[in-house]
């Protein structure tokens, strides 16, 4: 079974808040990821991360920004929420390039 | 640009009727293709990895093929609980090993 957590599972915020999303894993995983999904379409990848101090964007363009101090953390900010940025966001860990990656169970974020 | 299409985008099947759904890719350098399936409101859930042309992987009623172009999950006499969503995602070393994934098969098994 995965080990890997986000919180909050579900938050509603007002336009122009600063908000941190968290997901930690336990499995000591080196890469990981963050996807935006919104209902019923596919996952769009925002950022990824080699490992500690490493951090990529990824192939949908976003507002957020994300850090890799810690091998287990890997949270996901936005400066100042707007109502485009609803949606909800996945984590999801793997040990090595080409090996399976184990997602959390999202946070849903509104914007109002 | 690497690309991951799926099809069909929704599946009815009755239940016992077997189908396949299809996860065509376009990538240099394949480190690994992947399945998974997602129920509403939840984190996608790890099901398979092929890794070269002509592996296959099975669980239960699901069974993974892949070849050089594509790769083809088959749903062998499916129940009303393999309904979900099914998505496929690839990593490449020449995509600078981003995981990206299609847009998935919705499929509904009808008891």
């Known amino acids: 079974e995965a080990d890997i957590y986000q919180t909050p599972r579900y938050l509603v915020i007002g336009t122009g808040k600063k908000i941190t999303l968290e997901c930690s894993q336990t499995m000591g995983h080196d890469k990981m990821y963050w996807y935006q999904q919104d209902p019923g379409m596919e996952l769009h990848l925002i950022h990824y991360s080699y490992g500690v101090n490493s951090t990529e964007k990824g192939d949908l363009s976003s507002e957020s920004t994300v850090s890799r101090i810690r091998t287990e953390h890997f949270p996901l900010t936005l400066e100042s929420a707007r109502p485009s940025h609803t949606s909800q966001y996945l984590c999801?860990?793997?040990?090595?390039?080409?090996?399976?990656?184990?997602f959390g169970q999202g946070t849903r974020l509104t914007v109002v | 640009e690497d690309q991951v299409t799926q099809s069909p985008e929704a599946l009815r099947l009755q239940e016992g009727e077997s189908s396949s759904l299809n996860c065509s890719y376009t990538v240099s350098g394949l480190r690994g293709l992947f399945w998974y399936r997602q129920d509403p409101g939840k984190g996608p859930e790890f099901l398979f990895t092929?890794?070269?042309a002509g592996e296959e992987k099975e669980k239960e009623r699901l069974k993974a093929t892949l070849t050089k172009k594509e790769s083809f999950l088959h749903i062998t006499a499916p129940k009303p609980e393999d309904s979900a969503t099914y998505l496929c995602a690839v990593q490449a070393e020449a995509a600078g090993n981003k995981l990206t994934f299609g847009g998935g098969t919705r499929v509904l098994v009808k008891p």
């Open positions: 092929l890794y070269s």
């Open positions: 999801a860990s793997s040990e090595y390039w080409g090996t399976e990656a184990f």
